[in-house]
């Protein structure tokens, strides 16, 4: 398997933590509520491109 299978994984673990920093640690996350729903709304059409794709047979 190559790298490319793996990023997006990694990306989403960025991100999580991304979100746990703002919420725990500087508690400012309605301030990056556009940062938010921009990210969700990525990963989630990421995800769904990745399910049609490697849908298994």
Known sequence: M???IF?????LVVFL???FYRV???K??????NSL???LIFIG??????FLFFKPH
């Open 2 to 4: 190559t790298l490319k």
């Open 7 to 11: 990023m997006p994984f990694v990306f």
């Open 17 to 19: 933590g991304w979100i």
């Open 24 to 26: 725990f640690v500087k």
């Open 28 to 33: 400012d996350i309605k301030q990056h509520s």
């Open 37 to 39: 729903y921009t990210g």
């Open 45 to 50: 059409v990421w995800g769904l491109i990745y």
